[in-house]
């Protein structure tokens, strides 16, 4: 029997059908010349500096804005960047900045004295009548800062409180970079979405949960970069960003989970980056928590988590377990007797039927994915399953991470018993100072969401940032880590090593110790740039 | 014609309500409050205090879904704050994007499904039928999120064909072409599941159709065997599919979540992940109402045209 004739007709329509659809779908958008496309794992919240403070977020800044000064490429160290010079006055309190000439932002505005004055009396003046553009989560960077003096159009003179020793790397960080005062007068709360600074690239379009485009600047006033477009792509789904990488859609993809680093590492048409900064992976315990306001099971947690293992196999070597709060990275203030707590079941079990803790439930705020934070539901996993192992029951909450963050950053009372949480910071002052401090409670502003208070540890904190000798600082740290290690407010995982992954048309890119990521000096091509 | 829809309508409005009460007692299971949520870690108990009221969250249970309701009524979603947008214009937007999904993947079922039914139906010993017969199986157990991934690798990681993911390419504008090359994958993975649901189905009711006294007599009176298939077993059978057809098309919406969420489809599906995960409860609220209407009109839709196209239920 032959196929009815109303089989075979049904079958030549439905096949002139999908040539159609097919001659309809040929490559008509071929990506253009001097283009990278990189996927990253969240929308930015905002591309103004003062209001960012996620590293998604801060990768887009780095290379839209510029602060007075810079880390110098490969190092933690300080140069001059959009100021050429500065002096420190003999009591440490006043610094004055000689600014570069010839600087224009991207809305055409003059770079001088008056934006630099403009821009931090924004930030930190609550009578400016810019400052409801915020809010500007990490002002305190500057809260030091008593005024801010023009000399001349390009000499500007900022006087302290009191000496900071971390003043300089803060200005080097995306919370110190200059705005256009133009472009926020103009735009106000809008500016966030528009921004203007007086970077290499400028924002040329932002399309919501899609991309945020940059372009290269033309009248920029240092070296031309090769880029002339840089897309940065909003994927959220790890799987997603990787087959984004795979069929060629994206260039470059950061934070790469750590057995798909594997599948790259020997695969000549990829490239992988690598580099440790100063990052900390931590859990907070609430210390208002009728469970972990007892220091011994704060400990026994500290004793059931196996480090070693998270590190090393379930994030496959892509991070270093860590000891204290004050990150490896700052070799100098860095407490090398400290040892991580072992892992020691047996201890916690101990420790956790002395204090009478067995059996209990904790909640445990964990987060979908977010800047630093590795593996955060995988890690937050495993940790639940090495607390149940000593008969702790953890109850893991998930919440997408700018939510998270202001869970979080809200102070963890009557919420959670324990959250994870991850930061990046430029200097070994930060990290403690706003997290440890009884000052720093969420109620003051703070981010000690878990209410640690040790008078002793506040004045260490306190002492080693007035403090102009590097010795005598580093003493003070050291002191902090040895307190904060024993009497556990949190428990402290590991220190990552940044990552990322391009494919071979990308050429020049280096991972940066204090973790900013630049553009500068990338490039792509080769020769077969005009196929997607 | 006119009554039984009209009669169908009115039968709507307590579904409808149910919808809404069901959803809205979700909602507030849901743990955490909303005003705290929105004003996030730089509230002072005071302004969560007020937005409280200004949200009506500390009025009764009855007092705020009444509230609310009569909002809906008047086309106010509310706003959503994890994205300082009015829900509604969020939500149509979103919509619109999965419905092309969703319209693609739907085209895959009626096309490939009625047509591998017919065939089946039509050539019902035949070896291409048992081929078809396995193909169907195979569709009705594969769930299509893994049929979709599977389908980024080949056609996107391995052969280049196709996008691996979005609605448009980041260059070269927004052009139709641009649409349906990213198109393909996900509606393919979304609808070949339905289809065979449909394929199996389609042919069951052919065959049933076939076995009638009518057809026999439209054999021996001579009619040219394509006129009795493609006439009266076809049109026949079709009839008895449409409401499952409705059905099929429910399902393509819900499955849009998923499929959206791989392909990075801008729709609704994704939206409401996203949501969720932001514990922005109205536009979560906003995005179910949506898809639990269109449901609905949907089914609705299928009741009628399979009331017209076939008199017997006329009666």
Redesign the interface.
């Known amino acids: 029997m032959s196929l009815p004739p109303l089989t075979r007709r049904y079958a030549v329509w439905l096949f002139l059908g999908l040539a159609l659809l097919l001659w309809g779908c040929r490559p008509d958008n071929a990506r253009p010349l001097e283009t990278l496309v990189i996927a990253q794992g969240a929308e930015p919240k905002s591309l103004d500096p003062h209001v960012a403070t996620s590293l998604n977020d801060f990768r887009i800044l780095e290379n839209v804005y510029e602060g007075l000064v810079r880390f110098k490429p490969g190092s933690m160290e300080i140069e001059p960047w959009l100021a050429e010079r500065w002096e420190v006055s003999g009591d440490g309190k006043a610094y004055t900045f000689y600014l570069k000439e010839g600087v224009r932002f991207h809305d055409g505005s003059p770079f001088d004295a008056e934006a630099v004055k403009y821009t931090f009396e924004r930030l930190l003046d609550s009578e400016h009548p810019e400052h409801d553009t915020g809010p500007f989560p990490l002002a305190f960077f500057f809260s030091q800062v008593e005024s801010i003096e023009v000399i001349d159009t390009h000499t500007v003179r900022f006087q302290l409180k009191e000496p900071f020793a971390p003043f300089l790397a803060n200005l080097a960080y995306p919370t110190g970079y200059i705005v256009s005062p133009d472009a926020v007068r103009l735009l106000r709360g809008g500016y966030g979405r528009k921004p203007s600074g007086t970077g290499p690239f400028h924002v040329t379009d932002w399309q919501s949960n899609r991309f945020v485009r940059l372009e290269r600047f033309d009248d920029y006033w240092g070296e031309r970069p090769e880029l002339a477009q840089v897309y940065f792509q909003t994927v959220t789904d790890e799987n997603a960003r990787l087959t984004e990488l795979l069929s060629g859609s994206a260039d470059l993809i950061v934070e790469v989970a750590p057995d798909l680093i594997q599948y790259f590492r020997d695969d000549p048409a990829y490239r992988v980056y690598e580099e440790s900064g100063p990052h900390l992976w931590f859990l907070i315990f609430n210390l208002r928590s009728p469970v972990l306001e007892d220091v011994r099971v704060r400990q026994a947690i500290n004793y059931a988590i196996d480090k070693q293992g998270i590190a090393e196999e379930f994030l496959q070597g892509t991070a270093t377990v860590a000891a204290g709060p004050v990150p490896r990275a700052f070799g100098w203030a860095y407490n090398d007797d400290i040892q991580p707590y072992p892992y020691d079941p047996d201890e916690a079990r101990t420790l956790i039927q002395e204090a009478g803790a067995e059996g209990a439930t904790l909640t445990f705020y964990a987060t979908e994915s977010g800047s630093g934070m590795l593996d955060p539901k995988g890690m937050a996993q495993a940790i639940q399953a090495d607390l149940a192992a000593v008969g702790l029951d953890v109850v893991i909450e998930t919440y997408e991470w700018n939510t998270f963050l202001s869970k979080v950053n809200g102070g963890l009372e009557g919420q959670a018993d324990m959250a994870e949480m991850a930061w990046m910071t430029n200097d070994p002052d930060t990290l403690p100072f706003l997290t440890l401090r009884s000052q720093a409670w969420p109620e003051e502003g703070g981010f000690n969401s878990g209410y640690y208070a040790n008078e002793q540890v506040d004045q260490w904190l306190e002492q080693a940032r007035r403090e102009t000798d590097l010795q005598q600082r580093a003493a003070l740290y050291r002191k902090v880590q040895q307190v904060v290690h024993e009497e556990a407010p949190w428990a402290v995982i590991a220190s990552w090593r940044q990552n990322a992954v391009s494919n071979d048309r990308v050429h020049g890119l280096r991972l940066e110790p204090s973790f900013l990521f630049r553009l500068d000096g990338v490039s792509v091509g080769d020769g077969k740039e005009a196929a997607e | 014609m006119t009554a039984y829809i009209f009669k169908r309508l009115l039968y709507m409005v307590p579904v409808l309500l149910a919808v809404t009460f069901i959803l809205f007692v979700l909602m507030k299971l849901v743990p955490g409050d909303a005003a705290e949520?929105m004003l996030?870690?730089?509230?002072t108990p005071e302004n969560v205090e007020r937005l409280r009221e200004d949200m009506q969250l500390d009025q009764p249970f009855f007092v705020q879904y009444f509230g609310w309701l009569g909002d809906i009524v008047r086309g106010d979603l509310g706003t959503a704050y994890?994205?300082d947008r009015p829900v509604r214009d969020e939500v149509l937007e979103r919509f619109g994007a999965t419905l092309v999904l969703a319209g693609g993947a739907f085209l895959v079922c009626c096309?490939l499904g009625l047509?591998a039914g017919?065939?089946l139906a039509?050539?019902e010993h035949?070896t291409g039928a048992k081929v078809v017969t396995l193909m169907t199986l195979a569709g009705i157990s594969l769930p299509s999120f893994w049929l979709g991934?599977l389908f980024?690798?080949l056609f996107?990681?391995e052969l280049?064909w196709?996008?691996?993911?979005?609605m448009y390419?980041?260059?070269?504008?927004e052009?139709?072409?641009?649409l349906?090359?990213h198109l393909?994958l996900p509606s393919l993975a979304l609808g070949l599941v339905a289809a065979a649901v449909t394929a199996r189905l389609m042919r069951t009711q052919m065959l049933e159709v076939l076995s009638q006294g009518y057809i026999r007599t439209a054999r021996a009176k001579g009619l040219r065997?394509?006129k009795v298939?493609?006439k009266h077993a076809?049109i026949n059978g079709f009839i008895a599919v449409i409401p499952v057809l409705g059905l099929q098309a429910g399902y393509v919406l819900g499955g849009a979540v998923y499929i959206e969420?791989?392909?990075?489809w801008?729709g609704i599906g994704r939206m409401l992940v996203?949501a969720i995960?932001?514990?922005d409860l109205l536009l979560v609220q906003g995005g179910v109402l949506l898809v639990g209407v269109s449901y609905l009109f949907i089914n609705l839709l299928a009741d009628v045209l399979q009331h017209a196209l076939d008199p017997r239920l006329k009666q």
Do not use: K
């Open positions: 949520a996030g870690p730089y509230a994890s994205l096309l047509g017919f065939f039509a050539r035949g991934l980024i690798l996107a990681v280049h196709l996008p691996a993911g979005g390419s980041l260059f070269g504008g052009t139709l072409g641009d349906l090359r393909v065997e394509a298939l493609g076809f969420t791989i392909f990075q801008p996203q995960q932001a514990r």
